[in-house]
């Protein structure tokens, strides 16, 4: 009897992976815990180990491959009892990421979930893959070009992981005052990669690991803030933030304020928000409007690489503390990035990406893509949807919001969080309290639904947003 | 240190010093050898002018309270003058900073702070330090390195330990004086704090003023350990016992602790153990300690009549005293001039210093 191996989900949001090397040859004894092979995933090199003992009967997968996706065959191992009494095989260990090497904390299910255990011959109800409700937030669509970025400009095409990792580099080097600091970010090069490289750069004094305890290091970096310095605290995500909220509220936003403008708080918190793949409601929130109703903040939500980049940088320069609402989905994503010397894009802007006539569809980090994706199944339909990214939360664009709904009197609010008390709510106040002359249909908002993200597949894809949500609403305000 | 199993071994980690050599009470020793700072008459007459500058303006920012003309929490020091007067005086205003909770007036009086300035964000004024945008509770002096003045119990621990933070990276040699109570002792970020100062050696000074009370909960009722200076112990941050009602004692243990924070030792945890005689707040009546305890701590430990008994049995004048406490009168009541006749903030004011840029 032989059992596939397929090609293991390592990381959190990997979908496919390079097989950088076998440590095992055809014909090799492997046992329980045996290293077999090395793979890497987008954030890591990781150990493939083996969970049955065995044979090495073929290697289907060579070394070096590059892109295999997760769930591939990549080898055979016959079994140690040759006999065949015709019961199924164990399913190999496509779902479980090699014991010891990821930590409890970055352990979070993919974007695309491993497919469950489907033994041959083995007939089940259950789905083959389970379909998570992350699946649905990816978007293949692209932003327009910034139309700020100069005619002509060299694109290079990056990940927004690379993006943001660039913008901290470039600020580093340019103020000494900078420096990173928080959990796994300097020896672990980021619990998801976004400050890789960094130790290395700039040593130890500028790229600080942190212990595990948000509410002292967030009261830490502000107040080294406070002292003149310009700190970068990444949180690993911003459900952890909850333990610091203190520090980022009644210390960071409230002190300029109440010490009549003598006290600047520069600090950039940053680090991915919004719900991830299969966590469960503890890890998957959405905070967006938390800090954006909070006055002495800034806080910025970009989608793709540009924005990411452009904003951080212009983040880190700011003299007011930011929130920096990263998205772990989208690091991972690639997009267009203008090759200048420094990019630094202008905080509080919004941002036609997609230009369209009949209807507004606002949002802002992921949703941006599915408010895209949306935008080109209603252009099949014949209806020219504009997509506004508002990037920046607050202070608010309220002019580009009402100026879009100017021109297509309609609008649909995508967002990927609760609906109440949302950014969406706050959009359809200001369109009710300025735009309301410009309307020709009620507002709508698509959000998430008003429950704790449930952990089970099924449940996840029900209470997330998806692109059908976003086009049945945008019909409905077109009255089609 | 390697576990042991042997009782005898046990009991002998218990009084030996560990592995590199820290010991709780490594500081407390060089303290008890001298416990008195060698003050000169002129210096004991400044600390004794600071402690009564504080008395003063403390009793007349309480008077204007009740007259309606200071609001909301009000939390006065007096009694514990000798803390902050002791403490800061050891500082380097150049270079040191200095952070506090709410109960803030005394510190930044001690910093030499325009009491004028303070007064009249008492009353809420333009004039006042934070254009009286911020109130009793959150006054700063950029000038003076004094960042606060923080309205919540605790919160200024870990952004002295950022202070301190940012002394080291920036290598200018300044060291952060970061002042709580023993209720905020028991906050867990506190801790979270000594972690990372000790971890990071960073040129940071913990100073819990046990008054006795975290708010009117006695010390014994909400702490199971009531030796606050022995709570480093487990970050393995010296600490010091200080008798803070005594203005020469504290300045003493200040140069003890200063002198190992500045060497690049990483930080100390001085318990100073004094007493408030008001109650928390202007609101609160303090009925849950007896007249009798407040009346003793009085006539027996006060820290302003210390220092005035050392200053005559040195032979300093007493007309001398009485010129500085006619002097200091004055200037207290000069400052409740100021603030209750200076204009309100402008109504654009409200707008103002939300964000620093514009966007």
Do not use: K, V, Y
């Given at each position: 009897m032989s059992l596939e191996l397929k090609m293991p989900a390592l990381s959190p949001t990997m979908e496919e992976g390079t097989l950088a090397k076998w440590l095992v040859k055809e014909g090799d004894e492997v046992k329980s815990g045996d290293i077999l092979a090395e793979i890497e995933t987008d954030k890591a090199t990781m150990e493939f180990e083996a969970v049955d003992e065995g044979k090495i009967a073929r290697i289907l997968v060579p070394a070096g491959t590059e892109g295999v996706k997760v769930g591939t065959v990549i080898a055979t191992i016959t079994g140690e009892d040759e006999s065949d009494n015709g019961a199924p095989a164990p399913a190999p260990a496509?779902?479980?990421?090699?014991?010891?090497?990821?930590?409890e904390r970055e352990q979070k299910a993919d974007e695309s979930a491993p497919p469950a255990a489907d033994p041959k011959g083995e007939q089940t109800p259950a789905p083959k893959k389970a379909e998570t409700g992350t699946s649905q937030l990816a978007a293949e669509a692209r932003p327009a070009r910034d139309p700020e970025i100069p005619r002509g400009t060299n694109m290079a095409t990056v990940t927004v992981r690379e993006a943001l990792r660039d913008a901290m580099a470039e600020e580093m080097r340019r103020d000494d005052r900078v420096f990173v600091m928080g959990e796994e970010v300097a020896e672990y090069q980021g619990a998801y990669k976004v400050t890789q490289g960094l130790l290395e750069e700039f040593g130890p004094k500028r790229v600080i690991d942190t212990p595990i305890t948000e509410y002292g290091f967030a009261g830490i970096g502000t107040g080294a803030a406070m002292g003149g310095l310009r700190p970068i605290v990444e949180f690993?995500?911003?459900?952890?933030a909850m333990q610091a909220i203190d520090h980022l509220i009644n210390s960071a936003a409230k002190t300029n304020y109440m010490s009549g403008g003598q006290m600047r708080c520069p600090v950039v918190f940053r680090g991915p928000n919004g719900a991830a793949a299969r966590v469960g409601a503890q890890h998957s929130q959405n905070y967006a409007p938390w800090y954006a109703a909070v006055p002495g903040l800034v806080v910025i939500a970009p989608y793709d690489a540009s924005d990411a980049k452009g904003l951080l940088k212009a983040a880190i320069r700011s003299d007011d503390p930011v929130i920096f609402l990263e998205n772990e989905l989208v690091y991972g994503r690639t997009f267009e990035l203008p090759e200048l010397d420094d990019h630094v894009l202008p905080i509080g802007k919004a941002r036609i990406v997609r230009e369209g006539r009949d209807v507004t569809i606002v949002a802002y980090s992921i949703a941006v893509g599915l408010a895209l994706e949306a935008a080109e199944q209603l252009a099949g339909d014949g209806i020219e949807a504009e997509v506004l990214d508002l990037r920046t939360l607050r202070p608010l664009d309220r002019e580009a919001v009402l100026a879009s709904l100017a021109r297509t009197n309609r609008l649909v609010i995508a967002e990927e969080g609760w609906p109440t008390c949302s950014i969406a709510a706050e959009i359809m106040a200001i369109c009710m309290e300025d735009g309301f002359d410009f309307l020709d249909a009620p507002v709508l908002r698509v959000c998430d639904e008003n429950v704790p993200l449930p952990y089970a597949a099924n449940l996840e894809k029900a209470a997330l947003i998806d692109v059908p949500r976003i086009v049945a609403a945008v019909k409905k305000v077109c009255y089609r | 240190m390697a576990k042991t199993s042997g009782g005898a071994a046990a009991a002998a980690a218990q009084t030996e010093p560990d592995d590199d050599g820290f010991q709780l009470r490594s500081l407390q020793e060089a303290h008890s050898t001298s416990r008195h700072y060698p003050a000169s008459d002129d210096e004991l007459l400044r600390f004794y002018q600071q402690m009564v500058l504080i008395r003063r303006f403390e009793e007349k920012a309480g008077q204007l309270y009740g007259l309606g003309l200071v609001g909301g929490f009000c939390h006065l020091y007096i009694g514990q003058e000798a803390v902050a007067v002791g403490l800061q005086s050891a500082l380097d205003p150049d270079k040191d900073s200095v952070i506090t909770g709410y109960r803030d007036h005394g510190h930044m009086l001690a910093y030499g702070i325009d009491p004028k300035l303070i007064m009249a964000e008492l009353t809420g004024r333009q004039a006042g330090i934070s254009k009286g945008k911020g109130g009793s509770m959150h006054m700063f002096s950029l000038e003076h390195h004094f960042y606060g003045g923080h309205g919540i119990v605790g919160a200024q621990v870990p952004l002295g330990t950022g202070l301190a933070f940012a002394h080291k990276y920036r290598e200018d040699g300044g060291v952060c004086m970061t002042y709580f109570g023993d209720g905020a002792a028991n906050q867990g970020q506190v801790y979270e704090s000594f972690n990372m100062a000790s971890l990071w050696k960073l040129p940071v000074v913990f100073v819990i003023e046990n008054n006795g009370y975290a708010m009117g909960t006695a010390v014994k009722r909400s702490s199971a350990e009531t030796e606050f200076y022995r709570r480093g112990t487990a970050f393995r941050i010296p600490g010091l016992d200080v008798n803070g009602m005594d203005v020469l004692e504290v300045r003493q243990a200040a140069e003890v602790a200063l002198d190992f924070v500045r060497k690049g030792n990483g930080p100390v945890l001085m318990e100073l153990n004094t007493y408030r005689y008001r109650g928390h707040s202007m609101s609160d009546p303090a009925k849950y300690r007896s007249r009798e305890e407040v009346q003793e701590m009085r006539e027996k430990h006060d820290p302003i009549e210390g220092a005035k008994t050392e200053l005559l049995a040195r032979g300093v004048p007493e007309e001398r005293i009485k010129e500085i406490d006619k002097q200091t009168r004055a200037i207290v009541t000069e400052a409740a001039d100021f603030a209750e006749n200076s204009p309100e903030p402008a109504l654009e004011q409200l707008y103002t210093d939300v964000l620093v840029e514009s966007y």
């Open positions: 496509t779902a479980q990421p090699p014991a010891g090497t990821t930590t690993m995500t911003f459900n952890f | -």
